[in-house]
């Protein structure tokens, strides 16, 4: 299995970027498809992006397209969401989660219950 951890939560104004990291120790980060989630308040967890174990496809909610970018280094076991030019309605707590490659479909689920392995979250609000 897995354990997984994020970092790089804060609060930023709109417009602003941030950066967040999710870092994996236990078996090898590259058996795992990996993918960020957010839950704002009162809402349900939704999926955000995605990345394959290679790091060579990814997919986004079309909510973030063009401001997010997914991508990995496996060499250091760390997943990574950079989020440009945040809005208001991006403040949520950011999850990320993990999905073994030898499961049986894509790369990529936008529903939580594909997912194996998740952190316990990192917050990001952003102020209008």
């Known amino acids: 299995q897995v354990q997984l951890v994020e970092s790089g939560g804060g609060l930023v104004q709109a417009g602003d970027s941030l950066r967040l990291s999710c870092a994996a120790s236990?078996?090898?980060?590259?058996?795992?498809?990996m993918a960020w989630f957010r839950q704002a308040p009162g809402k349900e967890r939704e999926f955000v992006a995605a990345i394959s174990w290679s790091g060579g496809r990814a997919f986004y909610v079309d909510s973030v397209k063009g401001r997010f970018t997914v991508s990995r280094h496996n060499a250091n076991d760390t997943a990574y969401l950079q989020m440009n030019s945040l809005k208001p309605e991006d403040t949520a707590v950011y999850y990320c989660a993990a999905r073994s490659r030898s499961s049986s479909g894509s790369y990529y689920h936008t529903k939580r219950e594909f997912y194996d392995y998740w952190g316990q979250g990192t917050q990001v609000t952003v102020s209008s």
């Open positions: 236990g078996r090898a980060f590259s058996s795992y498809n």
